[in-house]
């Protein structure tokens, strides 16, 4: 250990004041550079680039989102026109099924009292012998 010269405080203090002196002119230097202001005015416009582009996808985004909801609305109104439709048709078909049904049970009927009459006027011919 006798050949390591340990510095004294004052020395000390003024070595590091000098290596913050010379960090500190270093970066007043950089900042001073046009280059480093062209970069960094490259970069502003690159970000609002950026953000112009997002907002105009965003503005898409929403426009294709109403787009779709407008067609789903004209799909369901479809489907709710198809759907009466069919309870249309459905009730029609029922409502002819309902005259069809009573006008046999008419015929029949029909049918019925021409067999009780013809009966009848057959036991009334038995009856009076002619």
């Not at 000390?12 to 500190?24: F, S």
């Not at 929403?62 to 479809?78: D, G, H, P, T, Y």
């Not at 198809?82 to 048709?89: F, I, P």
């Amino acid at each position: 250990m006798g050949n390591y010269k340990d510095p004294n405080l004052q020395q000390r203090q003024n070595t590091a004041a000098a290596a913050k002196m010379a960090l500190l002119q270093k970066f007043q230097a950089a900042s001073d550079d046009p280059t480093i202001a062209e970069r960094q005015a490259a970069r502003v416009a690159v970000n609002e680039a950026r953000l112009v582009r997002m907002a105009e996808r965003e503005v898409a985004k929403s426009l294709l989102e109403a787009e779709r909801a407008a067609q789903a609305v004209k799909a369901a109104e479809l489907v709710a026109q198809a759907q009466r439709d069919a309870e249309q048709l459905e009730a029609l078909a029922a409502a002819e099924k309902a005259e069809r049904q009573a006008a046999l049970e008419a015929e029949q009927k029909a049918e019925r009292d021409a067999r009780y009459a013809a009966r009848k006027a057959a036991k009334k011919v038995r009856r009076r012998g002619y």
